[in-house]
């Protein structure tokens, strides 16, 4: 069974047992989190599928925090030619790294 999960303005397709890392949520390690916004919900050869209009009711997709961490830094460069203009500076994502336990309709 999969479902297809709407979290920090994305979405994810996710199964039980998955590990990914969404945006930042505020909960603490080794915690549950519920994710109650399900799109659509489907077996794994994709026969017998379950889409919302927009959302599923009573569908939650249940994970458990693992890390709580901030990605690679990655540099932004603004850069004009011809008028000596440069800047550069950093960016690290926070992030949540969950594992979905299960998934329920």
Do not use: C, W
């Not at 999969?2 to 998955?18: E, L, S």
């Amino acid at each position: 069974m999969f479902a297809v999960i709407k979290t920090g303005g994305k979405q994810y397709k996710v199964k039980q047992g998955d590990i990914l890392k969404v945006e930042k949520l505020d909960v603490e390690k080794d915690t549950t989190v519920a994710f109650n916004e399900v799109l659509l919900v489907g077996d794994e050869d994709g026969q017998n599928l379950n889409i919302g209009a927009p959302l599923i009711s009573g569908a939650t997709v249940t994970a458990t925090v693992l890390e709580q961490g901030r990605s690679k830094k990655i540099d932004v460069i603004k850069y004009k030619r011809k008028i000596r203009y440069r800047k550069k500076f950093g960016h690290r994502q926070a992030f949540t790294q969950v594992k979905i336990e299960k998934i329920t309709v």
